[in-house]
């Protein structure tokens, strides 16, 4: 039981490139979640998925891009980074929403130069 | 929108208990209240949830306040692996809108 795993761990962007983040979990988990953490700060939400086929946008959802084709992938993209988005980014996914645990990732370190 | 404030930091020494407290005076009805630590260059680890009653689990209590405008988060003996940073957060989900609030965190020291 792998849990909840993220591709790649470190990435090094220059503005204007695009990437993806690709966020898998095993454990049959309906909710998955994409956060950044800033330095100092806690996580803020960007994007959600309630099932497989579904997204949301959380609180800072501008600049980035979501999918959900099967139920244990859920991809972040960014079309065109900026320095802005130089972050730590967390995949998280959970059984249920409101009640619901949310089980991690070990993270993405995104810098954008 | 409805948001946490904790205390930057606190120290605790080993094995004694640790009180962490948590503001929400904001906190709406569907709001349940979660608490998360994170350890250095790690995804945050669940601690414990709840509504509205007072919850105990392995790791912690959690104590709510009749009006749920504060909560505290109970360590009963702290120890050196305790030392994180602990997240009080507020998760609400309703009809699939989901919304998540993580406040700044409170890093926690334990002093041996």
């Known amino acids: 039981n792998a849990g909840v795993t993220q591709t790649p761990k470190f990435r090094v962007l220059k503005t204007g490139q695009s990437m993806t983040l690709l966020c898998a979990q095993d454990?049959?988990?309906?909710?998955m979640y994409w956060y950044r953490q800033d330095p100092g700060m806690g996580l803020r939400l960007i994007h959600y998925?309630?099932?497989?086929?579904?997204?949301a946008k959380g609180e800072v959802p501008d600049g980035y891009n979501v999918s959900r084709l099967k139920k244990q992938n859920f991809l972040l993209g960014l079309e065109s980074a900026a320095p802005s988005q130089t972050s730590v980014y967390f995949c998280?996914?959970?059984?249920?929403?409101?009640?619901?645990?949310?089980?991690f990732g070990p993270g993405t370190r995104l810098t954008v130069t | 929108d409805a948001k946490t404030t904790q205390p930057n930091s606190m120290e605790s020494n080993e094995e004694e208990p640790v009180h962490l407290p948590c503001n929400h005076s904001?906190?709406?009805?569907?709001?349940?209240i979660h608490w998360y630590r994170q350890l250095p260059s790690q995804g945050p680890e669940y601690v414990i949830h709840?509504?509205?009653s007072n919850v105990n689990n392995r790791m912690a209590s959690l104590a709510i306040a009749e009006d749920r405008k504060s909560s505290t988060l109970i360590l009963h003996r702290a120890t050196l692996r305790d030392a994180a940073v602990y997240y009080c957060?507020?998760?609400?989900?309703?009809?699939?809108?989901?919304?998540?609030?993580f406040g700044t965190g409170t890093k926690l020291q334990v002093i041996p």
């Open positions: 998925s309630v099932g497989e086929g579904t997204t």
């Open positions: 998280a996914s959970s059984r249920s929403g409101g009640t619901g645990e949310q089980y």
């Open positions: 454990m049959n988990h309906e909710y």
């Open positions: 904001t906190i709406s009805g569907t709001d349940y």
């Open positions: 957060i507020l998760q609400m989900n309703s009809g699939g809108y989901q919304k998540v609030t």
């Open positions: 709840g509504l509205t």
